[in-house]
C-alpha cells in the first residue's frame, strides 16, 4: 500500500493494513452429534446455526469434516457414534464495534477494518495430510481450504446360497481432521455408507470410482482465550 497503516510481523510480512477487512469472533460453543439418515451406525452429523456471512471453524477428538450450507446451517460430519462433543468457532467481518479503547483501523471510507476487542481471527499454519505438531497450551480450531473427497460404488453379495441376492453400495471416504495430544492429524475416513437393493442381478456401468482431484489443506486457526 502507498499510505495508511500497516503491522509487520517479525519475518516481515504483513499482518495487518488498513485496505483488507479482518473477520472476527461472533460466537462460539459446542455441539453434540446426532443420527443421520445415509451415514451408518458408527458415523454422526453435529449441526450448527450459520449466516451466510459466517466462517465455521470446528475441532474435536473424533476426525470430523465439514459439510456445505444448507438453509441457514451447517453440518460437522463426525467419525464416530452419536454423542460425540465438537467445538465451534464462527467469524465474520463486522462493520461497527461499541469498543471504547484499544486498537481500531477503518479504511478510507470509514468503514471498520479491524478492532482489537473482537477476537480477529488468526491462522497459525496450514497442514496437509498426516500428523503435525502444534504449540503446546495453545486452543485450535481447523478450517478446511480445499479437502479431497472420494467415492466408490460396488456390488456386496447378500443372501448368499442357491440363489445370490446384491446390494448397490456406495461409499463415499474424505480427508477428516482431528485433535490429537500436541496437534492434528488429517487423514481418509469414510464419511458416508449407503447400500440399495437387493437386486436379483449387477447392473452394467454402475460400479467404480471417482475423486474432486483436490490436495487436501486446512487452516490451523489459534482460538486460545477466545
Not at 517479525?10 to 459446542?30: F, N, R, Y
Not at 460430519?77 to 467469524?91: L, N
Not at 461497527?96 to 473482537?118: K, P, R, W
Not at 460396488?154 to 440363489?163: C, E, L, P, R
Amino acid at each position: 500500500m502507498d499510505a495508511g497503516f500497516t503491522v509487520y510481523r517479525a519475518d516481515g510480512s504483513v499482518q495487518l493494513d488498513a485496505s483488507v477487512p479482518v473477520p472476527s469472533l461472533v460466537g462460539k460453543g459446542t455441539v453434540i452429534s446426532e443420527t443421520a439418515p445415509g451415514l451408518g451406525a458408527s458415523l454422526s452429523r453435529a449441526t450448527v446455526a450459520v449466516a451466510a456471512d459466517e466462517i465455521l471453524a470446528f475441532a474435536s477428538t473424533p476426525y470430523a469434516h465439514l459439510g456445505a450450507k444448507r438453509s441457514g446451517v451447517q453440518d460437522i460430519f463426525v467419525d464416530a457414534s452419536p454423542g460425540a462433543s465438537v467445538d465451534w468457532y464462527k467469524f465474520k467481518i463486522q462493520t461497527s464495534s461499541s469498543a471504547t479503547a484499544g486498537l481500531q483501523l477503518f479504511d478510507a471510507a470509514g468503514n471498520l477494518l479491524f478492532c482489537a476487542t473482537q477476537k480477529p481471527i488468526r491462522i497459525s499454519s496450514v497442514i496437509g495430510t498426516g500428523s503435525h505438531s502444534l504449540t503446546a497450551g495453545r486452543t485450535y480450531a481447523f478450517l478446511p481450504a480445499q479437502v479431497y473427497v472420494s467415492e466408490e460404488r460396488f456390488w456386496a453379495a447378500t443372501n448368499v446360497g442357491t440363489d445370490i441376492d446384491w446390494l448397490a453400495v456406495s461409499a463415499a471416504t474424505a480427508d477428516c481432521i482431528r485433535r490429537i495430544s500436541g496437534g492434528a492429524e488429517v487423514a481418509s475416513r469414510v464419511v458416508s455408507s449407503v447400500g440399495s437393493g437387493p437386486y436379483d442381478e449387477q447392473f452394467d456401468g454402475w460400479a467404480g470410482t471417482s475423486n474432486n482431484g483436490m490436495t487436501t489443506s486446512y487452516l490451523v486457526l489459534d482460538v486460545t482465550n477466545f
